[in-house]
């Protein structure tokens, strides 16, 4: 049981150059989110997704687009990448929250990109 | 809108004492789970301990316990017995409809 993993760990991108963060769990759970992370605050989500196929966005979702083709996978992609987009970038999954019982949300190990 | 607030910045404490990590919350909703995360010098964000709005009695995991005043809308986080692997940044944030929201993140220091 792996948990939550994420890759690339670090990236350098150019700006104007598009990437892919991807983000695998292995826990069976129907929610997955990306945060990001930048200094002296706290995370801020940027898009998430209750189920396969289904998904929406979070408090900054701009520059920023994300599908969910399976229950394991949510990938991250950056069209075309700017320096405000230099943050920490952080995965995270849980089961979906049932009768408003709120659900324990795990991270991956996060991915730090620069953007230059 | 949902919000949280950390108002301590950072944080010393000596090892071996007790530690409260201040977290305010605002929300209208009568439903949302309360979360403290740490996350250490390497990066990771690890759960420490929840507490659901409808609960009555105050969540403890170990040396953790969440003090929970509701009509106060304070979740302030209590560490005993701290130990130097305690140092590190934390986090309170409040969850609704699976969406978390974060404070600012309080450093705490353990001296020896």
């Known amino acids: 049981n792996a948990g939550v993993t994420q890759t690339p760990k670090f990236q350098v991108l150019k700006t104007g150059q598009s990437m892919t963060l991807q983000c695998a769990q292995d826990m069976n759970h129907e929610y997955m989110s990306w945060y990001r992370q930048d200094p002296g605050m706290g995370l801020r989500l940027i898009h998430y997704?209750?189920?396969?196929?289904?998904?929406d966005q979070g408090e900054v979702p701009n520059g920023y687009n994300v599908s969910r083709s399976t229950t394991e996978d949510f990938p991250l992609r950056l069209l075309s990448a700017a320096p405000s987009q230099t943050s920490v970038y952080f995965c995270a999954s849980s089961y979906s929250t049932l009768k408003g019982l709120a659900q324990t949300q795990y991270f991956g190990p996060g991915t730090r990109l620069l953007v230059l | 809108a949902q919000k949280i607030t950390q108002t301590q910045p950072g944080m010393f404490v000596q090892e071996k004492e007790a530690v409260t990590l201040d977290c305010t919350y605002d929300?209208?909703?009568?439903?949302?789970?309360l979360f403290w995360y740490k996350q250490p010098s390497s990066g990771e964000m690890i759960f420490l301990i929840y507490?659901?709005?409808?609960?009555?009695q105050n969540a403890t995991e170990g040396r953790y316990s969440l003090n929970f005043q509701k009509a106060r809308k304070s979740a302030n986080l209590v560490i005993s017995a701290s130990q130097l692997g305690d140092s590190a940044m934390y986090f309170c944030a409040m969850e609704y409809g699976n969406k978390l929201v974060f404070g600012a993140g309080t450093i705490l220091r353990v001296k020896s």
């Open positions: 507490q659901g709005s409808y609960d009555q």
């Open positions: 929300t209208s909703d009568p439903s949302y789970g």
């Open positions: 997704s209750v189920g396969a196929g289904i998904t």
